[in-house]
């Protein structure tokens, strides 16, 4: 199985602040790496698919990039509502499997 | 607008079995292309993809739980069942569906999720 890791495991940000959280694979994944955002008590929502594409709906601040092994999500002038865990998921080899998650609080 | 709910018992006894389904709506299980993954989150730890089941019946199942489970759909009533035997404590947590879509195959959307609590 492709064992997926992020860094950090949690942060403390400010409303306006700009954030990155890297996600890294075991083995390449090519672009087939998404992003999830969870808050308490609800289903993971997706926010990007295929590296960098934004998920329609999913607002201009929210920004992935990477490819191969090495990938980030970066969150540009944080707002109060994004206060939530941040999961990465690769879907290039079965089973697909999900990073630990990247809670970003007050 | 395409939506999954799970549902399903709230607590279940060490050794029992679990089932869950998930109503869908919004598309069709035999629809070319369509695939249901099950996914479950134990408390305070990450997500973790268990079955999925696709439009021409194909199963794929976690090669470490394959000999638990058992995934399902009935088209007339647009249901994925999940079966899970022999229950222990270390399997509670809350269980979500999602649909599995696109090229690369993201999970959108996902069911509310259903916590199961194993405990005699």
């Known amino acids: 199985d492709i064992q997926m890791t992020q860094s950090p495991a949690s942060l403390a940000a400010s409303v306006g602040d700009s954030v990155t959280i890297t996600c890294r694979a075991s083995?390449?994944?090519?672009?087939?790496l998404n992003w999830y955002q969870q808050k308490s008590g609800e289903a993971p929502k997706l926010l990007i698919y295929a590296a960098s594409t934004l998920q329609s709906g999913v607002p201009s601040r929210f920004r992935g990039s990477g490819s191969g092994t090495d990938f980030s999500l970066t969150i540009t002038s944080l707002q109060p509502e994004d206060f939530a865990t941040y999961h990465c998921q690769q879907t290039y080899s079965n089973p697909d499997t999900f990073g630990p998650g990247t809670k970003v609080e007050i | 607008q395409v939506t999954l709910k799970e549902s399903g018992p709230a607590l279940v006894k060490p050794t029992q079995s679990l089932t869950l389904t998930c109503t869908i709506s919004?598309?069709?299980?035999?629809?070319?292309?369509?695939?249901v993954s099950w996914i479950r989150q134990a408390p305070g730890k990450a997500l973790e993809w268990l079955a999925r089941?696709?439009?021409?019946?194909?199963?794929f199942y976690r090669k470490s739980l394959k000999t638990r489970l058992t995934v399902s759909k009935d088209t007339s009533r647009s249901q994925v069942v999940l079966t899970m035997t022999n229950m222990d404590p270390d399997d509670t947590g809350t269980y979500y569906c999602?649909?599995?879509?696109?090229?690369?195959?993201?999970?959108?959307?996902w069911g509310q999720g259903t916590l199961v609590t194993v405990s005699s």
């Open positions: 089941i696709d439009w021409d019946d194909d199963k």
């Open positions: 919004g598309f069709s299980l035999n629809t070319s292309g369509v695939r």
């Open positions: 999602a649909r599995v879509a696109g090229a690369v195959g993201f999970y959108d959307p």
């Open positions: 083995q390449s994944v090519t672009r087939y």
